[in-house]
């Protein structure tokens, strides 16, 4: 095409080919989707989560699916990240996209070692940081549901990479803005939102939780009005620019979450439904674009007419 | 290679009571499915149910038809029975391991109700590869479920032990009373068991194997996400010096039946 609409996408200072990112946890490290999709039409790849040693995760079962849903509670299984240097990033240096290394900790410290090791890496574009972890010192309370919290290791993490830093924000709070605003005041580059939902599923039969570790996080399309009212109100409350996640199942969900304010998305649950869900969602993206006469996915952002 | 293919119904068959065939035009996948691997199913285009669901490959056809088995469980494959002629669906695949059928020069085959579809395949291709010998043991809750899921045997030249647990075919009683009856002929050495069906059945038949100190595989099934090694989701407890936990759609479906925690499986 001629005319083809410019999907290009620049955040917290990379250019990404278009706005559509695969959400952390729920694209493996890239290699597991290479003979299903076109990982170089992608805008940026999310790695599954990482922290300094290897996780084995939580007992099973550790999925249940829920009305227009997924509970999981995985626990965070991970190789590491020494394994995911000497394994995982080697493909990922070459497969055609941004790479996007997710961290995971549970003490702020955690944090930054992960930001120095991967900052001194060649191949990791960005960092996203998973702050809905527990904070072991704090008595296991989520970092992401404290502002202090949310600060302090988003401080660490600028501290110590020279990368750009994406918060990823928990959805369990009261006010979403709150949390947005103490990671932008401690120098995120962007943030990213919203992480699953805390959520539980009961088998009313045998009385027993549906999940071994009781409480999960709900992602998919049941939680995209949730999602995208907190990704409006985040990206009204800050200046940095906002990445939008939950549900998103379609091109016209993505779209939805560009009008509310997000500079990009991440697609998650919709891969394991659709292998090519991603990619077809940036063409349809480029498709609507094309429709509207607009002509670039900044043309969009944040326009919805109240 | 992995594939994602839209696949046109050809035909969908009756098997009995919410047992039902799928036979599917889906030539990528087909002409590359082995023993034990599977397919992911979408079952609706909308949003619930929203994942996929696992199927086992149960035959393949040089034209590149794809069959599997399914029993209506809930909402997934009540929609899968519905389908018709044309209609098409998404599948992924072929996905997961396989059964070693190298390994020993004699096989007895187990098979517990849908459980029939790797072994099935497993049958095939060793009666393709030739030089050894087979026997199956299947069962499942009445002879009417069980003699449509074991008909395809017999034109392999291939004899069938029946179990059901009504009698009203075969033995009465469990399949694993037949493995147990056998078990004096069988030689260590020479013969493997490979073995799909529900979870009980596999613990009971793993249990006999390791007692009897018998080579055997399992392929398991559990809830699944992505099929694919993505979510991680598919997780059972690994046993012994190994892993702590194994994934089912990447270091399985089949599994030495030793590899597997069959108490915490069966909780």
Known sequence: MENAPDLKTAIAGMTLRNPVMTASGTF????????????HRLGAIVTKGISLAPRPGNPPPRVVETASGLLNAIGLENVGVQAFIDAKLPFLKNCGTRVIANILGDRVEEYGELCAILSGVEGVDAIEVNISCPNVKQGGIAFGTDPEAVAAVTKTCKKNSKLPIIIKLSPNVTDITVTARAAEEAGADAISLINTITAMAIDAEKRRPRLANVIGGLSGPAIKPVA???VWQAAAAVRIPVI??????????ALEFIIAGAAAVQVGTASFVNPRAAEEIAAGISAYLERHGLDSVAALRGSLRL | MKTVERARVKRIVSL???????DLHSPQIAGQAWPASFVMARTSEATAPLLCRPFSVYQTTSEGELQILFRVVGQGTANLSRLRPDDEISLTGPL?????LGARKEFILIAGGVGVAPVFMAAKQIVRNGGTRITVMAGAATGEELEPLTAGFAPLGIDCELATDDGSLGHHGL???LLKQRLADV???????LCCGPAPMMAAVAGICEQAGIWCQVSLETMMACGVSACLGCTVAGRGNGKKYLHVCKDGPVFMAGEIEWKTLLT
């Open chain 2, 187 to 193: 030689s260590p050495q020479r013969t493997g068991i």
């Open chain 1, 28 to 39: 493996g490290y890239g290699e597991e989707f290479a003979e299903l999709t076109n990982l």
């Open chain 1, 244 to 253: 939008g996640i939950g549900g998103i199942m379609t091109a016209d969900d």
């Open chain 2, 175 to 177: 399949v694993t009373d």
């Open chain 1, 228 to 230: 995208l009212r907190m």
């Open chain 2, 16 to 22: 009995g009571r919410n047992l039902f065939r799928l």
């Open chain 2, 96 to 100: 997961g391991n396989g059964f070693d």
